[in-house]
């Protein structure tokens, strides 16, 4: 039952660095979402893949690139990392979208920039 | 203004106690609506959707009042595996919009 897997689980870089999240999940979803959480904040929608072979800009998506790569995987890059991208990063898929179904959550990658 | 907005807490309650959560949602062309819950800055996990004419799934009931843009969330018998922080979430337009959450702590 692995459900949404995220690697790493934790990382620390230095700003300017980059670096690629990894998120994979094993349901046959179609749709797949990037989230960062902050202190303060909810969840916040960076980039989501609708189907596969399709991305689009969430409400924050400055700083960050995706990549569908199959139906499967779906990963989040930061070119060169900034201390306002430390963050938990959580990734998400859902049957569809738009269709009023839940999604269902990695356990996040804990990402510092110092 | 926020577009899910939620009283963040934290709610303080005895076991036993029953205790409601109440958030409100800004996009009238919202389509459906979730309660999600937290733990300890762990992923959010479903805990309920919640339909128009209102549903429960055992301790746990919630309500929804489309011509207010008002979502509701009641717990009876609080246990203490019930501290974590709900969630708030809307779907519009095939995206989730969350609220930033609201704390129960329940003490024995």
């Known amino acids: 039952n692995a459900g949404v897997t995220q690697t790493p689980k934790f990382q620390v870089l230095k700003t300017g660095q980059s670096m690629t999240l990894q998120c994979a999940q094993d349901?046959?979803?179609?749709?797949m979402y990037w989230y960062r959480q902050d202190p303060g904040m909810g969840l916040r929608l960076i980039y989501y893949s609708a189907s596969e072979g399709t991305t689009d800009k969430g409400e924050v998506p400055n700083g960050y690139n995706v990549s569908r790569l199959n139906k499967r995987e779906f990963s989040l890059r930061l070119e060169s990392a900034a201390p306002s991208q430390t963050s938990v990063y959580f990734c998400?898929?859902?049957?569809?979208?738009?269709?009023?179904?839940?999604?269902?959550f990695g356990d996040g990658t804990r990402l510092s920039i110092l | 203004r926020k577009e899910v907005e939620q009283d963040p807490g934290p709610f303080n309650v005895p076991e036993g106690a029953t205790v409601a959560f109440n958030c409100t949602y800004s996009?009238?062309?919202?389509?459906?609506f979730f309660w999600y819950r937290q733990d300890c800055r762990k992923e959010p996990k479903l805990l309920m959707s919640v339909y128009s004419s209102g549903n429960e799934d055992g301790r746990f009931t919630a309500q929804l009042n489309r011509a207010s843009q008002y979502i509701s969330l009641l717990i009876r018998d609080s246990k203490l595996s019930d501290s974590a922080t709900y969630l708030c979430v809307v779907n519009v337009g095939g995206k989730l919009i969350f609220g930033q959450g609201t704390e129960l702590s329940v003490k024995p």
């Open positions: 998400a898929s859902s049957r569809g979208h738009g269709d009023n179904q839940p999604q269902h």
């Open positions: 996009n009238s062309a919202s389509q459906s």
């Open positions: 349901m046959n979803h179609n749709s």
